[in-house]
Every structure is written in C-alpha cells, then in structure tokens.
C-alpha cells in the first residue's frame, strides 16, 4: 500500500493528530501540528499575545487575522496578490514579532480574514532554524547546512 503523507503543521509543538483516507485504494495519511506562540508588535515587544498556530510547510508566509493584528497595533507595510483556489486575492503584508521555543524573532506576516486561525508558514521556520519532524509530531532543530 503507498502512503502519501501530506504536512500541515502549526504554532503549538504539543501534539500532531492525524486522519487517514483511501482515495480509489491509495491512502492518505493528513497531519495537523498545532502549537502555541507568542506574537507581538516589534515596536512594543513587551505586549504578547498568546495564539494557537497550525505549521503549514505548505505555506510561504505566516498569517494571522487582522483582528489579531490589529489587536497588537501591526500595521501593514504593503499589498499584495495571491494566488487561491479559483483566482486571486489581495492581503495586507506586514512584520510581527513571534515567539517560539524560547527564542523572539520578527518575521513576515498576512493579515488574514479576522477570525481565521493562525498558520505558521515555511519562512518563519527557517528564521526560527526549525523543521518538522514528521515521526514525532514536533518542531526541532533544523539541521543546517554551512553557506
């Protein structure tokens, strides 16, 4: 049987849940990684919201509803389009401040529709020096390769 393991991880490192489907005899095994992160304003980094996040691999940017955001008085540096099911939609970009495992680094962010959940995308990890590790469900540290 082929297993095709698809990723979609998070902020919080406490626990992976995964579900299993069989699409015409080929199963798909989906994994969420949640996990908790700090997040604030870079120009008043004393002030810390705490969110859970979902580590998507899948995703360039991080995103965070703008009523988080806006919360936390993240303004948005520019506009930007991107590309979604169906056509194209148009985001805030700006930088917050996140922190995870101990460490604070400031990293791009799209304002997201309010409400939306957090994801913590594919550029964070890597300011962060982190990866997935898919067998325990956690982030750690990523192995580095010298430039």
């Known amino acids: 049987m082929l297993l095709i393991f698809i990723f979609y991880s998070s902020c919080g ?3 992976l849940s995964c579900t299993k489907y069989s699409i015409y005899g ?4 989906v994994g969420f990684l949640k996990v908790k992160v700090g997040l604030f304003n870079p120009v008043q980094p ?20 703008s009523d988080v955001l806006e919360q936390l008085g993240v303004k948005p540096l520019e506009r ?4 979604a099911f169906g ?3 148009e985001r805030d970009i700006g930088e917050v401040g996140v922190v ?8 791009p962010v799209v304002f997201d529709e309010k409400g939306d959940p957090a994801i913590l995308g594919v550029t964070a990890l ?9 067998v325990r469900g956690v982030l750690r540290e990523a192995e580095l390769l010298p430039l």
Request: hydrophobic share 55%.
């Open 100 to 107: 995870l495992m101990g460490r604070r680094r400031v990293v």
């Open 80 to 83: 930007r389009k991107f590309k």
């Open 126 to 134: 890597e300011i962060f020096g982190l990866e997935v590790d898919v």
């Open 87 to 89: 056509g194209f939609v």
């Open 26 to 29: 080929v199963a798909l095994l």
């Open 46 to 65: 004393d002030r810390i919201v705490e969110v859970e996040a979902l580590v998507d691999t899948g995703a360039v940017y991080s995103a965070v509803g």
């Open 13 to 15: 490192i406490k626990h």
